[in-house]
T-cell receptor
Framework: SQQGEEDPQALSIQEGENATMNCSYKTSINNLQWYRQNSGRGLVHLILIRSNEREKHSGRLRVTLDTSKKSSSLLITASRAADTASYFCATGSNDYKLSFGAGTTVTVRA | DTAVSQTPKYLVTQMGNDKSIKCEQNLGHDTMYWYKQDSKKFLKIMFSYNNKELIINETVPNRFSPKSPDKAHLNLHINSLELGDSAVYFC??????????????FGPGTRLTVL
């Protein structure tokens, strides 16, 4: 069943602006991952945050996790045209599965 | 070099036909997966194999049959194709299962269209 739900469904920003998207989930998790999917391509792993972590950085990406609210956010700073893609959160738990949401489609305008 | 490859990239077929999608990974991983992505981009796990053993078998019609001849290959055979099978099918791989705490590497996808 679907676990993560991303918000907003779509986001359009100007190049150089920051993009923030959120993910909410329903059951307890071991970790949460964010993936990027460019149009017509497969998913690419961006970052993994474990349930005992609150914040993680990777380059221009910042991920937060609030297990009390069952939510996570992904911030992309100083966005570029190449960041145009769909972004998915995926939750991992004891059943060896990753459960994905339907993604946030980000469009970065030049 | 492509890490996870799938063939074919596009597959257009008539209802009732039987078709196969092939997946190969050259990452040395021991776990492989099949996902289905529908028109709303919702990605759902179908199957997972670890060391050629079926680990995850979601509620999928038994017209879908995965086969893992070795750790580097996971194929998906679909019998009696239906209109609702139209979707993009992704293969993925990872090293270990790790209770979901493992990065998965995805193939480019196979877009299946059933007419």
């Amino acid at each position: 069943s679907q676990q993560g739900e991303e918000d907003p469904q779509a986001l359009s920003i100007q190049e150089g602006e920051n993009a923030t998207m959120n993910c909410s989930y329903k059951t307890s998790i071991n970790n949460l991952q964010w993936y990027r999917q460019n149009s017509g391509r497969g998913l690419v792993h961006l970052i993994l945050i474990r349930s005992n972590e609150r914040e993680k950085h990777s380059g221009r990406l910042r991920v937060t996790l609030d297990t009390s609210k069952k939510s996570s956010s992904l911030l992309i700073t100083a966005s570029r045209a190449a960041d145009t893609a769909s972004y998915f959160c995926a939750t991992g738990s004891n059943d060896y599965k990753l459960s994905f949401g339907a993604g946030t489609t980000v469009t970065v305008r030049a | 070099d492509t890490a996870v490859s799938q063939t074919p990239k596009y597959l257009v077929t008539q209802m009732g036909n039987d078709k196969s999608i092939k997946c190969e990974q050259n990452l040395g991983h021991d776990t492989m997966y099949w996902y289905k992505q529908d028109s709303k981009k919702f990605l759902k796990i179908m199957f997972s194999y670890n060391n050629k053993e079926l680990i995850i078998n979601e509620t999928v019609p038994n017209r879908f049959s995965p086969k893992s001849p070795d750790k580097a290959h996971l194929n998906l055979h679909i019998n009696s194709l239906e209109l609702g099978d139209s979707a993009v099918y992704f293969c993925a791989s990872s090293q270990g299962l790790g209770q979901g705490a493992i990065e998965q590497f995805f193939g480019p996808g196979t877009r299946l269209t059933v007419l």
